[in-house]
């Protein structure tokens, strides 16, 4: 079955350190998105990308930094610049395209030791 | 800009009761709408979308909603609810620059 896998489920961060989450999609999509949830305020998108290799920031990038080496893989890096990390991580992958309903995963819950 | 906004932060209703959820959106180009269910600790899954054509779209369980460009809304309805739409629902809408803009969610708690 095609799907979105991110990896693992639950992480825990010591202070200071960098983590990364990982993203893959086996559905041919082009474009891949990160998201932050926090209780209350709904989703905040991190960071996107289009095609492979390009990818821009979006309203909540400090902190946080990606890449985009292959189609089917969006990692998604938690630096120790993001001073409140603690977060629910979503993933999703679209068609490009005006319309295209984005494919989520089933999320990373990140927590500080 | 784009933005969505959802009336209801949490809505408790009794098993097989009607439900609305609420959703008005903003937006100066062409709409299309969704609707995602989150479940507890899951990601979102696609409940509907309105894209173009019949102002009314249905899901498989009996969801639906309509699209008002009037009223600049598109609410969730579902005739008779169950225990397991207990949930949090998010109406979203693209953007201009075509990212996804979601409103901030309404939490759906069905009591036996």
């Known amino acids: 079955d095609g799907g979105i896998t991110q990896s693992p489920k639950y992480l825990f961060r010591k202070e200071g350190q960098n983590v990364t989450l990982s993203c893959e999609q086996n559905?041919?999509?082009?474009?891949m998105y990160w998201y932050r949830q926090d209780p209350g305020q709904g989703l905040r998108l991190i960071y996107y990308?289009?095609?492979?290799?390009?990818?821009q920031k979006g309203d909540i990038a400090e902190g946080y930094s990606v890449s985009r080496e292959k189609k089917e893989s969006f990692p998604l890096t938690v630096t120790s610049a993001q001073k409140n990390p603690t977060a629910f991580y979503l993933c999703?992958?679209?068609?490009?395209?005006?319309?295209?309903?984005?494919?989520f995963g089933d999320g990373t819950r990140l927590s500080i030791l | 800009a784009q933005s969505v906004t959802q009336l209801d932060s949490q809505v408790p209703v009794f098993e097989e009761a009607p439900v609305e959820l609420r959703c008005n959106y903003s937006?100066?180009?062409?709409?299309?709408l969704f609707w995602y269910v989150q479940y507890p600790n899951q990601g979102l899954q696609l409940l509907l979308k309105?894209?173009?054509?019949?102002?009314l779209v249905e899901s498989i369980n009996g969801f639906e909603a309509e699209f008002n460009k009037s009223q600049t809304s598109f609410h969730l309805r579902k005739p008779s609810v169950h225990i397991s739409d207990t949930a949090e629902y998010f109406c979203?809408?693209?953007?201009?620059?075509?990212?996804?803009?979601f409103g901030q969610g309404t939490t759906l708690q069905v009591k036996p």
């Open positions: 999703a992958s679209s068609r490009t395209g005006d319309n295209q309903p984005q494919h």
């Open positions: 559905l041919n999509h082009d474009a």
């Open positions: 990308s289009q095609i492979v290799n390009d990818f």
């Open positions: 937006s100066s180009v062409s709409v299309y």
């Open positions: 309105y894209l173009s054509g019949s102002t």
């Open positions: 979203a809408v693209i953007s201009n620059t075509g990212k996804l803009i």
